[in-house]
């Protein structure tokens, strides 16, 4: 039982489903004007505010911004696990494979959960269960989901820690997570997620508690099992070269909107947003010799409770005109499927290639 | 005096500012609670040497337990070392009466990663600068101190109205600016900087590296920049010493060792490192390094580094190879290259 055997198991099941179904599903999510909100005493936060992107079967997208700019409410929200009360998700809509997530019960939702939609979070050292066995863990999953009795989901546990490199599967399953290293654990939140052949995988800032040997390990990792699974993955991410090494498109978020959009050439080689260029010009480059001084952008992100009705990127823009203050742009077409939100942008492109 | 030390000695002509020999950090493990014995030692550095000269920034990279964060430890007098030396302008300072530790105290200074604990969260920002200066009766009248904790926000880039805030209503960025403003409010001329900018998004994290710089080139501080962030580390510092599990594996000129590494464990790591460029890294053959970090307290035998080691040799498993110089300015710890 290896990698061969799941894939051919997986197969058979993507086969069965586009028997029944008729078609191939080609949008596998597409998340529509989605809006995430918390109404806290200081007022409402506009965590999301209405961002649309859609995931495609086994691609992988990345969605990139700082902290605070909504990057992992948005994935929280795809789950429907934002926190109520505070946090509600007050408009959109989230269609997984023709269903609208948020139509579901519940109920409904908890099947999904796991199954079709899996997640893998930031911090493996606090979303594992520290009195409970790896082998409880990842088979209470696999129990839960798929039906199978004790024997068969201890069977396939196994096959699942094989699956993401970890040796001597058997006496893992009775380990808890303090015996493990950060980079073991990630490997078990994987298996976690891999357990019940989702379609679409969500990480939330997989490697960034990791070294960066490790971090290597479990992108590679992460990498060839979707390609091998045809599992679709959103990485939600705050390092560009992650982004760069591993995505097929990406979305940057500032201020819970999707800024620009594109492919990840689209991006690093012709950015059209003022944001995403600036972020670019403050990543320190590892392959180029010390040059000028990084030119980062003034400022700091604005407080999501009290945006006004402008770009919100505008007090720290220097290509901001008066327009700006008074209206939000939307997200334009520029080539492609490469799209910015800037009512400059075609003057930023300009004064760019001036520059250069 | 070690060998690298001696070398870097030369090739600068003069004293250098601070000079660390064979430097050793073992911590006890002990057993039993109320007779204690020791039961093994975690060897956090293990005999580590290397110089620095006035203005110049080293960078001491590594992954997690590699003993960097240790290392500057011992070089702030906060851990009491297990043999080694560590020289600072000319003086051993373990030799250091208890006047001098103190003003060996306001010469070496040091910045934190995490702006959120370093901070006392019951002091206004005021008060946190204030007090280093009074502590070591650098300004003694409280309304020229009140002027000079302006001048140190100015200086890092605050507005003066923060003086009266609490470290909670300020951000990471703005935190870590005032974690600056207290390491410079004693007039240091070493800093250690461990970490520094790691907690902070992009953005901010490059408004605070041009800060530094500012900052050394004003100042003329001496930085040693603990960083597990490569590319930080290649942008700001002269010169970069590459730690793995308590023993120092390569130390070179910054650019020297970055686009010619030697040890395999520096290339492995290079490797890892993704950089933000689609095109570069679709050129890159991805080598992922197997295994984990050893535990420190059962360290391997001879080369530490060598069962992960894809030039691993038998000598590897038998003798630690030697420190020693390739290039001129070029120290490896590598038997095989």
């Known amino acids: 039982m290896g990698v061969s055997s799941f894939t051919a198991i997986f197969r058979q099941c993507k086969k069965r489903i586009q028997d029944t179904w008729g078609v191939a599903v080609a949008k596998l999510l597409r998340i529509e004007n989605l809006k995430t909100q918390f109404f806290t005493s200081a007022g409402t936060v506009r965590a999301v505010d209405g ?12 969605v990139v911004g700082e902290s605070g700019c909504g990057k992992s409410v948005s994935a929280l929200s795809v789950m429907r696990l934002v926190a109520e009360p505070a946090g509600r998700i007050v408009e959109g809509r989230i269609v997984f494979r023709g269903t609208d997530l948020l139509s579901l019960t519940e109920e409904e939702m908890r099947r999904v959960r796991g199954k079709d939609i899996a997640m893998v979070f930031q911090e493996p050292m606090t979303s594992l269960n520290p009195v409970l066995t790896i082998g409880l863990q990842l088979t209470e999953t696999v129990q839960q989901h798929l039906d199978v009795d004790e024997a068969t989901a201890t069977m396939r ?32 939140m994987i298996a976690m997620a891999l357990s019940c052949e989702p379609k679409l995988i969500i990480a939330d800032e997989p490697t960034t508690a990791l070294d960066v040997t490790i971090q290597a390990q479990i992108l590679e990792l992460m990498k060839n099992l979707t390609r091998e699974l045809g599992v679709a993955m959103i990485i939600i991410t705050h390092n560009l070269g992650v982004v760069a090494r591993y995505a097929d498109r990406v979305n940057v978020m500032y201020a819970g909107k999707v800024i620009e959009t594109g492919t990840a050439k689209d991006i690093y080689h012709n950015p059209r947003h003022p944001y995403t260029i600036a972020l670019l010009k403050s990543v320190p480059r590892l392959d180029r010799p010390r040059g000028a001084k990084l030119d980062p952008v003034q400022g700091q992100p604005p407080d999501l409770a009290r945006l006004d009705d402008g770009c919100a990127f505008r007090p720290r823009c220097r290509y901001a005109v008066d327009k700006c203050a008074v209206a939000v742009p939307d997200l334009e077409t520029i080539d492609g499927i490469h799209k910015s939100a800037c009512f400059e942008k075609d003057e930023v492109d300009i004064a760019l290639k001036v520059a250069s | 005096m070690s060998a690298v030390a001696e070398a870097d000695q030369n090739m600068n002509a003069g004293t250098p500012f601070l000079e660390v020999n064979d430097l050793r950090m073992y911590f006890p493990v002990t057993e039993g609670i109320i007779i204690q014995r020791k039961v093994a030692e975690v060897k956090a550095v293990d005999g580590i040497s290397f110089s620095m000269n006035k203005g110049e920034t080293l960078g001491l990279v590594g992954e997690s337990g590699c003993g960097k964060t240790t290392t500057g430890r011992c070089i702030l007098q906060l851990e009491k070392i297990t043999s080694g030396q560590i020289v600072f302008d000319g003086a051993d300072i373990s030799t250091y009466t208890k006047a001098e530790l103190s003003q060996y105290r306001q010469r070496v200074q040091v910045i934190f990663q995490d702006p959120f604990s370093s901070l006392n969260p019951r002091m206004k920002i005021r008060e946190i600068l204030a007090e280093p200066m009074k502590v070591h009766g650098i300004v003694p009248d409280t309304r020229k101190r009140d002027e000079r904790v302006r001048e140190l926000l100015n200086i890092c880039g605050l507005s003066t109205r923060f003086a009266d805030s609490y470290p909670h209503e300020m951000s990471g960025g703005q935190r870590q600016r005032v974690g600056i403003a207290r390491a410079l409010s004693v007039n240091p001329q070493f800093i250690v900087c461990d970490e520094a900018v790691s907690a902070l998004d992009v953005s901010i994290q490059a408004q ?13 501080l001496t930085y040693l920049f603990i960083s597990h962030d490569l590319s930080v580390v290649r942008h700001i510092c002269h010169r970069v010493a590459v730690m793995y599990l308590g023993k120092m594996v390569e130390l070179a000129d910054c650019d020297e060792l970055f686009d010619n590494p030697i040890h395999p464990y520096t290339r492995a790591l290079l490797d890892a490192v993704p950089i933000p460029d689609p095109t570069v890294e679709a050129a890159r053959d991805h080598k992922v390094v197997p295994g984990e970090i050893p535990s420190p307290m059962n360290p391997p035998s001879g ?33 095989e290259v």
Not at chain 1, 167 to 188: C, F, I, K, N, W
Not at chain 2, 309 to 331: I, L, N, Q, T, Y
Request: charged share 25%; aromatic share 6%.
């Open chain 2, 303 to 335: 080369c530490v580094f060598h069962p992960r080691c894809e030039s691993m040799v038998d000598g590897c498993k038998a003798a630690a190879p030697e420190f020693r110089e390739v290039k001129p300015g070029h120290w490896v710890a590598c038997t």
């Open chain 2, 208 to 220: 605070v590296i041009n800060l530094m710089e500012d900052l050394r080139e004003q100042l003329g």
């Open chain 1, 51 to 62: 961002i649309t992107y859609d995931v495609d079967e086994g691609e992988t997208v990345a």
């Open chain 1, 157 to 188: 546990a196994v096959e699942l820690l094989g699956l993401v490199g970890m040796s001597d599967a058997e006496r893992r399953l009775t380990q808890y997570p303090h015996h493990l290293s950060g980079g073991m654990r990630q490997r078990v």
